[in-house]
């Protein structure tokens, strides 16, 4: 009997292995390109006082499902599962997000608030996409103060992106704004709170506008809230909220200190009161930073979980992924010498070559084919022959080969 | 080239058959009654399998059948969990309609079509045979901390002490009520489905079975409804005692041999025996409590602390383990009634008569061997054990017997008799485990009536001793 035959799966070539689906290898060209960026980020977030942690990829599905911690639409996306504790009827998940576990953390550990924390980790959600693994650069200011956590947090963002060659452009809105409208509309009889919020989280304050035709000056309010602008927008706004929603005006002014002091900081910064955000999530300003026609990343201020009523924190984070794709063209692989020894008794002279040249920050490897720079080292005896782009050269001592190879670093 | 049919068994069959035979499409072996899991009507061009109707979306979707019929509860189950499944719901047909109810108990002062706020229902456990649905129903309700309890079955058995909520499938409402909850939502309404694989209707020729069935299609489409957080009462929450013991005895199969293992222990309970039961007897022994549950959810009962003892069966014990090397659970007292014997099971025409000869054939292959299982984790521990190279498991809710060999290489299946396997064309290989009932506790009890708990297995200890009983 053909038992090979009898196979009817569908994919019957599962045989060969391969990544699970979604999920992502970081080859050496990825990881230089990653580095680049993380390194970057590493470097803004260290200037502004930012400690790095990072957090378990497993944690505790409960984790998630506190209140008001992910919507249903991000909870339904989660890998959960049983794991080895399973029989205590404690569901686990692979992170899907990385902002609650560094709350999670902070307060389990107990540390000192304000907290300035950076991560550099994964996230994982299912996609329909097969993008199911996202690395993040993420930041969380806990217990932020107001207005100030705003501005270090847009500030590092911005740094990171231009240090990587883009130029950032901070998109600055308010939950307050889109809450206040959504309560109004409420109390005119337009709809229900949950589907209101839900309708903005996905598409902004746009779709509303249809809603008010009962309501001309929460109508002119929407209207005017849905336009971009500079920071004046959020002026004119307020002109217009003294009469149709008094309730939005503390979100508008909050708005307006931190959009005016990165626009005279020299930020380029557009009020968009209007994009959609989860507004189970943020409860301030909120913000995204676009540069070259895309967005790369994103944050606000928010409620942590654990922390009790009133606290408060503020955070982003950066797609890495995107980012580190998107600097991989102009990122180079770092030059390597090839050292190539003779004969076996030319291998200690070979690695002390090695040494000397890693002492002067020159990455140097021994034998294999050569680098496609052009950089080697032939070791004969007492004889060092450098090859370089602009030939070769014979020398003796070892400091000469450095001196030579430096200039090419 | 064959389409391949998948129709259910259990309760939808006789409908089922009667549906096809007035569509004038042959299901030779699918009448009621039959034991025949898989047959082929080679003038129709047809293959036939019967499953369990839970089964029948998951084979549909793999593409290993075109073509399914089955409850639009297990549709809907799958898909709001894994949407990206291949699988077009071509319509519906006449048959029952199910309907899936967020349940509470009446003690937790709840009223019919009202929800509590979500508030008030911090770390609220939901029990469910639907984990999916339920899981989908408590985000909705953005409910913190919630916890499921997933079950194989008698998820109305649970509240209150035991759940804040069921979520079972039931007729509709009264019926719910009927089962002594208060049905608070209903989150699914459905009937029969007739599905078919997407790459399926763009390959294979359907037409003439579709031909078939077409004028039963009904219009009706299933609704799933998610509740939002409510605005009602605040429920009453009970939790378990812990100043009395608690058992669990098995409904189902392994009902008939329980009672007499109580009984050569001095236990009986009103309203327990061979013929039927009640959800909670009553104990001639005070202080300690008894409910009927399915057994092979005891395990993981008695590991959370739920129950302190249970009458289950050393196969069930064995997948818990291997799931969970870790769990508290463990075997007090073998029983040693409902004797069987685990082990592969392959087509009567395999090559092979043991286990060790099988295994050099399948590691052959070249491709993930499949194993079909309704133990999935002792599956994966048989293959782990026997250096099987590349496997895929395939956990399955019954009617295992049919997957062998289109649609799994072997079986890891359990036999008493032997009889259903020759039925089915089978033979088992060298059995690895014998299975019989036991007496499950927890390894650090968390009753405080351990005195209780001694004696009561010290009586069933002792019934096994006894002469009369072995």
């Known amino acids: 009997m053909d038992y090979h035959g009898e196979h009817t799966m569908t994919s019957p070539n599962a045989t060969a292995i391969r990544r699970s689906r979604g999920m992502r290898d970081l080859l050496p060209g990825d990881m230089r390109a990653f580095r680049r960026v993380e390194d970057a980020f590493r470097a803004a977030a260290s200037r502004w006082g930012y400690d790095e942690v990072r957090t378990p990829t497993i944690e505790t599905y409960s984790l998630f499902t506190a209140a008001g911690a992910l919507t249903p639409q991000m909870l339904s996306r989660v890998y959960s599962f049983l794991d080895w504790d399973g029989w205590s009827g404690e569901r686990v998940v692979l992170r899907p997000d990385s902002t609650i576990p560094v709350a999670r953390a902070a307060a389990e550990a107990g540390l000192d608030l304000p907290a300035r924390l950076f991560y550099v980790q994964n996230v994982f959600r299912f996609s329909e996409s097969d993008d199911r693994e996202d690395w993040q650069c993420g930041l969380e200011y806990l217990a932020a103060p107001p207005s100030l956590g705003d501005l270090e947090v847009a500030a590092v963002a911005c740094e990171t992106l231009e240090a990587l060659g883009l130029r950032p452009r901070v998109r600055i809105g308010h939950v307050g704004v889109a809450r206040a409208v959504t309560a109004a509309l409420v109390a005119s009889g337009n709809g229900d709170l949950r589907s209101l919020l839900d309708q903005v989280a996905v598409e902004g304050l746009a779709p509303l506008r249809g809603l008010v035709a009962a309501s001309a000056p929460v109508a002119a309010f929407i209207e005017v809230a849905t336009q971009e602008g500079g920071p004046g927008l959020l002026g004119n706004l307020a002109g217009l909220a003294s009469a149709a929603l008094p309730n939005a005006l503390p979100a508008i002014e909050e708005a307006t200190a931190v959009a005016e002091a990165l626009a005279e900081s020299g930020r380029d910064v557009v009020v968009d009161l209007g994009m959609p955000r989860d507004f189970e999530y943020y409860t301030g300003v909120v913000f995204e930073l676009d540069a070259a026609g895309e967005p790369w990343g994103r944050g606000g201020r928010y409620a942590p979980v654990g922390e009790g009523a009133g606290a408060t924190a503020c955070g982003l984070a950066l797609e890495t992924g995107r980012l580190a794709a998107h600097v991989a063209p102009g990122t180079r692989r770092r030059l390597t010498v090839s050292i190539h020894p003779e004969g076996a008794h030319d291998l200690a002279r070979a690695m002390a070559v090695a040494r000397a040249l890693h002492r002067s920050g020159i990455a140097a490897s021994l034998g294999g084919a050569s680098d496609p720079s052009g950089l080697s080292v032939r070791v004969s005896g007492e004889s060092l022959v450098a090859l370089t782009p602009d030939g070769e050269t014979r020398m003796s001592a070892l400091d000469d080969v450095v001196g030579l190879l430096v200039r090419y670093k | ?470």
């Not at chain 2, 979707?61 to 699988?87: C, K």
């Not at chain 2, 909670?280 to 005891?298: A, F, I």
């Not at chain 2, 249970?310 to 064995?318: F, T, V, W, Y």
Request: net charge negative; hydrophobic share 45%; proline share 8%.
């Open chain 2, 1 to 470: 080239m064959s389409v391949k049919l998948a129709l259910p068994a259990g309760d939808s069959r006789a409908a089922v058959a009667e549906m096809l035979a007035g569509a004038g499409i042959t299901a030779t072996g699918y009448e009621p009654g039959s034991r025949i899991l898989r047959s082929v009507v080679e003038d129709e061009g047809l293959t036939l399998r019967v499953f369990r109707e839970k089964d029948i979306p998951i084979q549909v979707a793999l593409g290993n059948y075109d073509v399914g019929i089955t409850s639009d509860v297990w549709l809907s189950e799958m898909q709001v969990r894994f949407p990206l499944q291949h699988i077009v719901r071509v319509g519906g047909l006449p048959g029952a309609r199910t309907e899936v109810w967020l349940a509470a108990a009446r003690e937790s002062g709840l009223t019919p079509g009202k929800l509590p706020p979500a508030s008030a229902l911090d770390g609220a456990r939901f029990a469910s045979e639907l984990p999916n649905l339920s899981d989908m129903a408590a985000v909705h309700m953005r409910i913190p901390r919630y916890r499921l309890l997933q079950l194989y079955g008698s998820a109305d058995a649970y509240p209150p002490e035991d759940a804040d909520f069921a979520v079972l499938s039931a007729p509709d409402g009264a019926a719910v009520e009927a089962k002594g909850l208060v049905p608070l939502w209903r989150l699914f309404s459905g009937g029969l489905a007739l599905i078919a694989n997407a790459d399926s209707l763009g390959a294979k020729p359907l037409g003439g079975l579709l031909a078939g069935l077409a004028p039963l299609l009904t219009g009706e489409s299933p609704i799933v409804e998610m509740p939002q957080t409510g605005t009602g009462a605040v429920p009453n929450r009970a939790e378990r005692q812990y100043d009395v013991v608690r058992l669990a005895v098995p409904d189902g199969h392994a009902q008939r041999h329980t009672p007499a293992a109580l009984l050569a222990a001095g236990l009986a309970f009103d309203g327990y025996d061979e013929d039927g039961y009640v959800r909670r007897p009553v104990s001639n022994v005070p202080g300690l409590e008894v409910k009927v549950v399915r057994p092979q959810d005891m395990p993981q009962l008695v590991a959370m602390g739920m129950f302190d003892v249970a009458i289950s069966g050393r196969d069930l014990l064995h997948e818990h383990l291997c799931k969970f090397p870790g769990s508290p659970v463990q075997m007090a007292v073998d029983l040693g009634r409902n004797r069987y014997r685990i082990g592969p099971v392959v087509d009567e025409a395999f090559p092979a008569a043991t286990t060790a000869e099988a295994v050099r054939i399948w590691n052959a292959l070249g491709r993930p061997v499949r194993i079909a299982s309704e133990f999935p984790a002792t599956a994966e521990r048989f293959a782990r054990d026997h250096q099987l190279l590349h496997t895929t498991i395939i956990p399955v809710a019954g009617a295992s017997e049919g997957f062998v060999p289109e649609d799994a290489d072997f079986l890891v299946e359990g036999t008493e008799t032997g009889t259903s396997i020759r039925a089915n064309g089978l033979k088992m290989l060298d059995p690895f485990m014998e299975s019989t009932n036991c007496v499950l506790t927890r390894a650090t009890p968390v009753t405080s009536r351990t005195d209780l708990l001694g004696s009561l297995m010290a009586r069933l200890r002792d019934s096994v001793r006894a002469p009369a009983v072995r």
